[in-house]
C-alpha cells in the first residue's frame, strides 16, 4: 500500500512523556462504546495539565519553528506505533507505520472564535472545499461545554469528501477538551483528537483509505487576540498509482484549503 512518508522524529523526551499515563482523569463514553486510550499520544488526551503540557509543548514548539522558517504548508512527524492509538483502531487494522502530515498555520482570532467556528452545525458550509455531506450522528455534553462546566466532550459525524475528484463516505469520532487558562492571562487553549471507527467506502478503485487519526491543537497567542494551530493527520491513503510525496501533497493541499475556509468562515460570521 503507498504511503505518505514521515521523516521528522519526535523528541526523545516527548516520547517518554507520551508514555506517563499516572493521574488521568476519564473522558466521557463516546460513540460505539470507544474507550479512550491510556497510553501514548491519544491517551494524553485526558492526562492531568501538568502531565499534558510537556507532552504538548514541543509539538507547539515544533509549529512555531515551522511557521518562523517560512517553508512549505506542511511538514511530517513520526509515525504512529500500536500503543499511540491501540484503544481506537478498528478491528484488524494495524496503525504501526501510517505516517502524519502536519499543518501549522496562524488565524487572526482568538481561540474560543476558533471554536465556535468548528462547532457549527455544517460543515458543508464551514469547509466547502473538502466536505460535500456532513451531518452529526451522535453527542454528549456539547452545551455544558460550551457554558465551561465541562472540559470533555464527544461528537460523531458522518461525511463525504471529496478528494481530488472522487469521493469518499466516512464515519469519525471527535473528542474536544478545553483548558481554560493556558497560559496564565486566563486565555484558554482546545485540543481535538479524532479517529476513523469504521474504514471509509469509497466510489473508486483509484481511492483507499483504511484509517486515519487526528490530534488538533488550537494555541492563544499575542494575548489571546490569534490562534495557532497546529494538526496532525495520520492518515493511510492510496491514491491510484501516485507517489507517496504526491499523495503528502494532496493531503498538505486539503488540510491547508480547511484552514483557509475556516479564517473565511470566521471573516464572514463574527462572533
Known sequence: M?????TLALPAALLACMITTSGC????EAPEGDIPGEVGLFGSFIAEEEILRPIMQ???DEGVEYIDSGDDACYRISDLTPCDAMSMCIEGIDPTGVPAVVHSEVIDAPVLEVERALLHDDWTELFPSNYEEWAISAE?????????????FWLQYQATID??????????????RRIDDWDGE???LVIIRGYFPEMPATDSENLSMTMNFSWEIMEPIEGGTKTRRL??????????TLTTDDAF???????????????????????
Open 2 to 6: 503507498t504511503r505518505t512518508i514521515a
Open 25 to 28: 482523569k476519564k473522558a466521557p
Open 58 to 60: 514541543p509539538l507547539i
Open 140 to 152: 454528549d455534553g456539547r452545551e455544558e461545554y460550551l457554558a465551561g462546566d465541562v472540559h470533555f
Open 163 to 176: 478528494v481530488i475528484g472522487m469521493k469518499a463516505s466516512i464515519v469519525t469520532n471527535l473528542q474536544y
Open 186 to 188: 486566563g486565555n484558554p
Open 231 to 240: 494538526f496532525a493527520n495520520w492518515t493511510d491513503l492510496t491514491i491510484g
Open 249 to 271: 501533497n494532496i493531503a498538505c493541499g486539503q488540510s491547508k484549503s480547511s484552514w483557509d475556509d475556516l479564517a473565511d468562515w470566521l471573516e464572514e460570521n463574527p462572533g
